[in-house]
């Protein structure tokens, strides 16, 4: 998934799915995708809002993006 295609998604009102958004922090973690466009997805999400959904799946792939604790 190519950030553009994210972008243009979200910014015409369409909802996000769970693989599009781990793919897009899985591929900004990598540095496949710089940070021109990752600017672009990051404007329309702050003017579009995200749905509850979107923003429970962002968060979940941010958290799981790098190194965790297992503190149990």
């Given at each position: ?54 923003t429970?799946?962002?968060?979940a ?8 604790l297992?503190?149990?």
């Amino acid at each position: 998934m190519r950030a553009v295609d994210i972008n243009h998604k979200q910014t015409g009102r369409g909802e996000l799915s769970q693989q599009e958004i781990e793919a897009f922090i899985q591929g900004y973690v990598r540095g496949d995708i710089p940070d021109l466009p990752s600017r672009g997805v990051c404007m329309a999400v702050y003017c579009r809002g995200m749905t509850p959904e979107e923003t429970t799946h962002l968060t979940a792939a941010m958290a799981y993006s790098g190194d965790t604790l297992d503190l149990t």
